[in-house]
């Protein structure tokens, strides 16, 4: 194995470019399934544990919130990293301290400490981050016309871990049981196992740095053409940030976009174990609706990435949103049938996918180079705010109005997608396409 970690000081060629990319997706999609095992197997029951060491519905949703809330927390501090130093140190941080996380979260249950039990699902929210970041990375070295399939590969590479974490319940609970823990414990201890392997897997093989080497590369061809450097970014503060999305309609559409997917997604799904488990449905078959729900955000990103490429970046976000609010009619009149619960969890997976593989390439193409990652943090830190904000309000929404009642709540999220694409499109007729 290589171990070149320095960035090129010449302009990079196409040849070289195409090599390097190849190596880091390559990289970033294995680390994506180990990672994946320890996000999977922790949303199937975080909600259960929560339920279990509360007693009540209203605080089960806390445990999917505090995740989402610390990949809030988490995403900024970890994109700053990577804009000083690179995507490896920062990616490899943030599995460990999801590792740490399930580590606490583990030490919680046993003691009985709820407080102590959503600091450890906060932490696990720093894996959360770290997945989604991977995304970003692997935009880093592609090209304008490969970018959308280069990063949903990545973003499919999750389905492996993500599909098989839930499903081991079962197995991982016989795990607990050896180690005197209780059963609902099995899923956290491959949480950790997974997560200590993402960091140990970035660290090893994401070399050379793509970020390191892109922005290495972007200075070698100013210096070429006798224009200012990057020097590495703009160090760009969370309002000046925004600043630079509000006057990019695009990128302001893309974020609205990303966020209202992630919104939606996480409002239904974190509920649907305890709608679940409230009409008798087995241990298995809540598993196996999450396996089926993460399958569908994963399982067909490569062909989002490709329609993204094809027909542009807006009509799949959009399309994204369409399909979010079948999803959401479906689940929501489902009642007891589970089978009709697990198709509208699968719709709402293709849905978060179309949205976050679009929006995710319509951001990066909408940005100059040196304000890219911090913007992208900037970008995770909104999606993750939106969703722990659903995920918290999730549990009361379900206590006053019922499953059908969350789905609708989780449905409005989707009108700000639209009335921004029209801003786009009057913009795009003024001065031709804009995505």
Known sequence: MSTDTSPPT?????ERRARLQRRTVVSLMLTQVVGGIGMGAM??????IAQDLTGSDAWAGMATTMITLGAAVFALPLASLAARRGRRPGL???WALGAVGGTVVIGATVLG????????MVLIGAGTATNLQARHAAADLSSERSRGRDLSVVVWAT??????????IGPSGRVAQWLGLPDLLGPALFTTAGFVLGAVL?????????????TAAVDAASRAAGTPETAGGVPLSVPGALAVVGRTPAALLAVVGIVASHTVMVAVMTMTPVHLSHHGAALTVIGLTISLHIAGMYAFSPVVGWLTDRFGRLPVLLSGQVVLLVAVAVAGTAGEDEVLVATGLVLLGLGWSFGLVSGTALLAESLAPEVRPRVQ?????????????AGALSGVVLAQTGFGGLNLFAALFTAPVFVLALRV???????GPAA
Do not use: Y
């Open 10 to 14: 010449e302009i990079l060629t196409e």
């Open 43 to 48: 949303l199937a029951v975080g909600a259960l």
């Open 92 to 94: 490899a941080l943030g």
């Open 113 to 120: 400490s709820f407080v102590l039990f959503l600091a450890g």
């Open 159 to 168: 389905t492996v871990g993500a599909v098989v974490g839930p499903n081991l």
């Open 202 to 214: 970035t660290w090893a093989l994401l070399r050379p740095d793509p970020l390191k080497t892109a």
């Open 377 to 389: 943090g900037v970008s995770d830190l909104l999606m993750n705010l939106g969703g722990a904000a």
């Open 425 to 431: 499109l009057a913009a795009g007729r003024r001065s």
